[in-house]
């Protein structure tokens, strides 16, 4: 009787009554007598299956022993990696909560010192700043410190969203290459131009809410800068005197400091991580300890940027500072606004000021005030960086101890 089974039957590597090997039924003898290779035809691998796992011979349970591949297939990083992506995170943040906060009642006490005409008391020193805000603290509460801190950041956001939609809609480069040429510069410059143009009207309400005095001031919502700064553009809103100046007079002075600014502060930057970066590629380790060697290469990855950031808006604002003088007196005048008396901080004082320009602003205050007279407030910016160097350098320590130990 002839088989109906073909010769060949590979589907499930078959072995029939045919095979050589094949002798004599199922028994156990024969079974056993079988190579480990012939019993690989007996059995087929099921495909693969998402959730699940295919068992070999001699292999266990998953719930009872790990797949020695498990590590490799899904790596977490060491507790030393995660610490510090951690640590990066939270000197950054540091960072940026010293600029932004605690660093707002400086700027808030500055700029009222620089619009205050009638003041006797210059401020250039620290002590004398701290001291009036301790005054005007105490005498309005701790907010009075704080106002406009809000607007602040409306305002940035203003700028970033400005800034990336002209660069979406035209041909400026809203950043340079390594390898630019001057015509990338200047359109980048234009572009930085145009944002402080938009951004000018809400900047001027941005102003006035940090000026003006807590005791006369209503609360103001946040949203409220950017209603006031519309209105600035349309000529509606709350009533102004006859000596507000038009802004397309204060175009000029805000573009100008806004550009210098920027200049000064990226080039600053730029030279500082270059020195920083070239200081800690040149430095040779001194010890033999390679946790030594860790911490400190993990401190030259974060803090080179920051401490380039921190020399840059440093050396930016202090250049600045009489330009600023004159920007924010030109911003300021016919907008009705009471201020704190800087002399004492118990007071109020109202701002009647009637320059005619910008050159006319730089007149008057050499004539009437004197040339230290641009420099008001300049003892709240040093109490600013002040902190600001502080801040950095506790979080230094923070974060070399935290290494250390892990």
Known sequence: MTSRRPDSFEGLGYRGREDPSFSGGYSGR?????????????????????????????????????APGAEETQPT???????????????????????????????????????????????????????VMYNVTKTQGPKALWKGMGSTFVVQGVALGTEGIISECTSLPRELSHKWIPKQVVGHLVLKGLTYVVAMPFYSASLIETVQSEIIRDNPGILDCVKEGIGRVMGMGIPHSKRLLPLWNLVF???????????????????????????????????????????????????????????????????????????????????????????????????????????????????????????????????????????LQITKIIYSTLLRNA
């Open 253 to 391: 002075p805000t573009v100008l400091h806004g550009i210098l600014h920027y200049i000064i502060s990226s080039s600053v930057q730029r030279l500082v991580l270059y020195l920083l970066r070239r200081n800690n590629g040149s430095r040779k380790p001194l010890s033999s300890d390679s946790g030594m060697d860790t911490v400190q290469s993990m401190l030259d990855a974060y803090f080179p940027e920051l401490m380039a950031s921190f020399a840059a808006s440093l050396c930016a604002d202090v250049l600045l500072f009489p330009l600023e003088t004159v920007l924010h007196r030109l911003h300021i005048q016919g907008t009705r606004t009471i201020i704190d008396n800087t002399d004492l901080g118990f007071e109020v004082l109202p701002i009647n000021t009637q320059y005619e320009g910008m050159r006319d602003c730089i007149n008057v205050i050499r004539r009437e005030e004197g040339t230290l007279g641009f420099y008001k407030g300049f003892g709240s910016i040093v109490v600013q960086y002040l902190l600001h160097a502080s801040v």
């Open 77 to 131: 990083a060491p507790p030393s990696e995660q610490l510090n992506r951690f640590a990066g995170f939270g000197i950054g943040l540091a960072s940026l909560f010293t600029e932004n906060v605690l660093a707002h009642p400086c700027i808030v006490f500055r700029r009222q010192c620089q619009v205050n005409y009638h003041a006797r008391c210059y401020h250039l020193s620290p002590m004398t700043a701290i001291s």
């Open 30 to 66: 024969s079974f056993n007598n079988s190579s480990s290779a012939d019993l690989q035809h007996w059995v087929t691998t099921p495909p693969d299956i998402p959730g699940s796992r295919n068992l070999h011979f001699e292999d266990r349970t998953p719930q009872f022993e790990t």
